[in-house]
T-cell receptor
Framework: AAGVIQSPRHLIKEKRETATLKCYPI?????VYWYQQGPGQDPQFLIS???????DKGSIPDRFSAQQFSDYHSELNMSSLELGDSALYFC????????????????FGNGTRLTVT | GENVEQHPSTLSVQEGDSAVIKCTYS??????FPWYKQELGKGPQLIID?????GEKKDQRIAVTLNKTAKHFSLHITETQPEDSAVYFC???????????FGAGTTVTVRA
């Protein structure tokens, strides 16, 4: 079965540079979530999109932005990178139809490991 | 917002023994509780979930129980095997497909 695809798998950037992470959800999924996971920590929610509109916002820095495109893939744009941004970034997708019994659980990609030097 | 607490943070068991991980949540509106297994270099993988209208669910060697009154739920792994070694996260949300709030994770090591 098709899974969530994230690219790149690894990314090394210097401080103050920018980075773009991409996420391709499972086919027919309409909702995308971005999570940040530091070493030894649990995933922290950053932002989500439902049907190409931002649906929720968590602890995402103002230096980060994201969007979901017409083909439902999503991109997380990170600017003015700091050493503390080094982490694993996960994308998850789900099918979320309000008041529906056909919603799917969140399925995660294998993440992008961002290292800021 | 939702606050999920998870215990223990590490768990070492002998192969063949059982492992139990416990979580509590704070938001009464939460009604969906999945468990994820994360192996090194991979994303969290859903292993079992339970909804608030069910008290217990079992899938082969894995079972989850939910006490909605007390706001706690548990993961039970029986007959543990070395491939069960991983980090396990509990999570809570207000429904299937909605944003998840995670516990801090439990590192399970199964000793051969």
């Amino acid at each position: 079965a098709a899974g969530v695809i994230q690219s790149p798998r690894h990314l090394i950037k210097e401080k103050r540079e920018t980075a773009t992470l991409k996420c391709y959800p499972i086919p027919r999924h309409d909702t995308v979530y971005w999570y940040q996971q530091g070493p030894g920590q649990d995933p922290q929610f950053l932002i989500s999109f439902y049907e190409k509109m931002q649906s929720d916002k968590g602890s995402i820095p103002d230096r980060f932005s994201a969007q979901q495109f017409s083909d439902y893939h999503s991109e997380l744009n990170m600017s003015s990178l700091e050493l503390g941004d080094s982490a694993l970034y996960f994308c998850a997708s789900s099918l979320l139809q309000p008041a529906s019994s056909y919603n799917s659980p969140l399925h995660f990609g294998n993440g992008t490991r961002l290292t800021v030097t | 917002g939702e606050n999920v607490e998870q215990h223990p943070s590490t768990l070492s068991v002998q192969e063949g023994d059982s492992a139990v991980i416990k979580c509590t949540y704070s938001d009464s509106a939460s009604n969906y509780f999945p468990w994820y297994k994360q192996e090194l270099g991979k994303g969290p993988q859903l292993i079992i979930d339970i909804r608030s209208n069910v008290g217990e669910k079992k899938d082969q060697r894995i079972a989850v129980t939910l006490n909605k009154t007390a706001k706690h739920f548990s993961l039970h792994i029986t007959e543990t095997q070395p491939e069960d070694s991983a980090v396990y996260f509990c999570a809570a949300s207000r429904g299937v497909g909605y944003k998840l709030s995670f516990g801090a994770g439990t590192t399970v090591t199964v000793r051969a």
